[in-house]
């Protein structure tokens, strides 16, 4: 055995499974950029399709909120109905940027493995309470990564932002000179590119994470190939007890196969190595059928349960071979076998029938064993 096989290195990849028993836990990738980037990229272009209804909702909902009845002054139990009111009116504005961001969220993991729930996932794992686990999360592996992240992070999105207001810092400036709704209309214009600038950073954080989380999720998947061979046994049985199975299944069909030889009306026989029991009910049947056929012991076995149930056993040695080969259990002889058969089938009813005289002749039968004028 290698040494990496004695270490329990994970090598393989995780079997089907192993993949579906994990999606059953609720173990699936996740990736948080790209979560929030779906989210924010998102809100932004709800904002840039719904600005204006939603700029119209807040501003009746602002001249609500800042004039409100004189009556309320008092009457303060009407406060609380009249706050509810505001709020409601809030969200009606709003609901187009929420609607947006809520499917949004749901975009992040279906992208990744689909949605699951799992109550396992909800359980408490008090393994994380370990203080060795806890300086495992600090100083290994994925928190290098998520360090990295981190600088790419601040990199891409501070690199983005940096850059639109660097270009524009100057028109930022000029807002104060500017009469109210001009200056309104570009520090909004401005606020967009913003935005859709550290969106597109973000997205491309995402871009990055995704196939990382996605890969370091089969990663940790992965199995030794002492539990490959495990799961390969329990999903297909163990072979002792695989093995044992076929013994029983097969004992059943010898099993039947005896009590059939009793209904047949010959067994052609090799003499000693080879044995077919045909029966044949020129009614029911459209050619003579195997009942029972075998080599060795089951050959000798039917010789005897033919011996003690008086079924006439026609010597044959190449007719026995040939139907051993070609013949089926239950089914009906080849055809090119029928009339060789039919010669022992013949030889047979005479015997039925001989009440003494001379004894009839044995037939003597020249048939191909191969059925191709030769070995194959």
Same mark, same amino acid.
């Given at each position: 055995?290698? &040494?990496?096989e &004695?270490?329990?290195?994970?090598?393989?990849?995780?079997t089907?499974?192993?993949?579906?028993?994990?999606?059953?836990?609720?173990?699936?990738?996740?990736?948080r950029?790209?979560?929030? #980037?779906?989210?924010?990229?998102?809100?932004?272009?709800?904002?840039?399709?719904?600005?204006?209804?939603?700029?119209?909702?807040?501003?009746?909902?602002?001249?609500?909120?800042?004039?409100?009845?004189?009556? @309320?002054?008092?009457?303060?139990?009407?406060?609380?109905s009249?706050?509810?009111?505001l709020?409601?009116?809030?969200?009606?504005?709003?609901w187009?940027?929420?609607?947006?961001c809520?499917?949004?969220?749901?975009?992040?993991?279906?992208?990744?493995?689909?949605?699951r729930?799992?109550?396992?996932?909800?359980?408490?794992?008090?393994?994380?309470?370990?203080?060795?686990?806890?300086?495992?999360?600090?100083?290994?592996?994925?928190?290098?990564a998520?360090?990295?992240?981190?600088?790419?992070?601040?990199?891409?999105?501070?690199?983005?932002?940096?850059?639109?207001?660097?270009?524009?810092?100057?028109?930022?400036r000029?807002?104060?000179?500017?009469?109210l &709704?001009?200056?309104?209309?570009?520090?909004?214009?401005?606020?967009?590119?913003?935005m859709?600038?550290?969106?597109?950073?973000?997205?491309?954080?995402?871009?990055?994470? #995704?196939?990382?989380?996605?890969?370091?999720?089969?990663?940790?998947?992965?199995?030794?190939?002492?539990?490959?061979?495990?799961?390969?046994?329990?999903?297909?049985?163990?072979?002792?007890?695989?093995?044992?199975?076929?013994?029983?299944?097969?004992?059943?069909?010898?099993?039947?196969?005896?009590?059939?030889?009793?209904?047949?009306?010959?067994?052609?026989?090799?003499?000693?190595?080879?044995?077919?029991?045909?029966?044949?009910?020129?009614?029911?049947?459209? #050619?003579?059928?195997?009942?029972?056929?075998g080599?060795? &012991?089951?050959?000798?076995?039917?010789?005897?349960?033919?011996?003690?149930?008086?079924v #006439?056993?026609?010597?044959?040695?190449p @007719?026995?071979?040939?139907?051993?080969?070609?013949?089926?259990?239950?089914?009906?002889?080849?055809?090119?076998?029928?009339?060789?058969?039919?010669?022992?089938l013949s030889?047979?009813?005479?015997?039925?029938?001989?009440?003494?005289?001379?004894?009839?002749?044995?037939?003597?039968?020249?048939?191909?064993?191969?059925?191709?004028?030769?070995r194959?």
């Open positions: 055995m290698s &040494e990496n &004695e270490a329990g290195e994970k090598t393989e990849q995780p089907e499974k192993r993949l579906r028993d994990a999606r059953e836990e609720g173990n699936i990738p996740r990736s950029e790209l979560a929030t #980037a779906a989210v924010f990229g998102a809100s932004v272009l709800a904002l840039m399709a719904f600005s204006g209804s939603m700029a119209a909702g807040g501003k009746a909902w602002m001249k609500s909120a800042l004039s409100p009845e004189a009556g @309320l002054r008092f009457e303060p139990n009407g406060l609380f009249h706050f509810g009111h709020f409601l009116q809030l969200m009606l504005a709003m187009p940027l929420l609607l947006i809520l499917l949004a969220s749901f975009l992040a993991p279906v992208a990744m493995g689909g949605l729930w799992s109550n396992k996932s909800l359980m408490p794992q008090f393994n994380r309470l370990s203080p060795m686990a806890g300086m495992k999360r600090l100083y290994g592996a994925e928190a290098i998520e360090f990295i992240k981190s600088l790419l992070r601040i990199l891409f999105v501070g690199a983005a932002a940096g850059l639109v207001v660097w270009h524009g810092i100057r028109p930022l000029d807002l104060v000179h500017q009469p &709704e001009a200056a309104i209309v570009n520090g909004l214009g401005f606020t967009l590119k913003l859709l600038a550290t969106g597109g950073a973000m997205m491309l954080l995402a871009a990055i994470d #995704a196939p990382y989380q996605r890969w370091n999720w089969m990663r940790k998947l992965k199995m030794t190939r002492e539990e490959l061979r495990r799961e390969m046994k329990e999903s297909e049985g163990s072979p002792e007890v695989k093995g044992r199975i076929r013994q029983m299944q097969q004992q059943l069909a010898n099993r039947r196969m005896m009590e059939a030889v009793p209904t047949a009306d010959v067994v052609v026989v090799n003499p000693t190595h080879y044995a077919v029991a045909l029966k044949y009910d020129g009614g029911r049947m459209g #050619a003579p059928t195997v009942v029972a056929l080599v060795d &012991e089951t050959a000798l076995r039917i010789r005897e349960v033919a011996d003690g149930n008086k #006439a056993i026609v010597s044959a040695p @007719l026995a071979r040939a139907l051993y080969r070609e013949g089926q259990l239950g089914k009906e002889i080849p055809v090119r076998l029928y009339s060789a058969v039919a010669q022992v030889y047979v009813y005479q015997l039925r029938t001989w009440r003494g005289g001379p004894m009839p002749a044995a037939p003597s039968i020249d048939v191909d064993e191969f059925g191709k004028g030769g194959p």
